[in-house]
């Protein structure tokens, strides 16, 4: 067993799935335990960073998929898509940071819900 413990949680106002356009277009709060704060020292606002976080509302997967959903494309494998439907629901983005305020960054670009649990930070 591999077990994580989160290092921060999603802040924004999608408390369900959502097409990733639509949440992307918004801006998300990540906001950071505490302890983890001193991490942050050399990140700047206009940075791209890559969240690795955890899809907390996935529940089991098929390894063939509609895109998206959407019966009228054809199935695809899991890992040709993103989506939440995953063996192991981890998602991976790349965003802009647009502040950091102590613990909390600001950033354009996650298409991660409010309250999903957020596994690792790293530099693009």
Known sequence: MI?????????????K??????IREGESRIILEPEFTEGLK?????????VVFHFHLSDGYELLQHPRRDVTRPKRGVFALRSPQRPNPIGITTV???SIEGNVLCVRDLDAINGSPVLDLKPV
């Open 17 to 22: 799935p959502v097409a990733p356009g639509l």
């Open 42 to 50: 050399g990140i700047e606002p206009g940075h791209s960073m890559v």
């Open 3 to 15: 077990t994580y413990t989160p290092i921060g949680y999603v802040h924004n106002h999608f408390d």
């Open 96 to 98: 802009e940071l647009i």
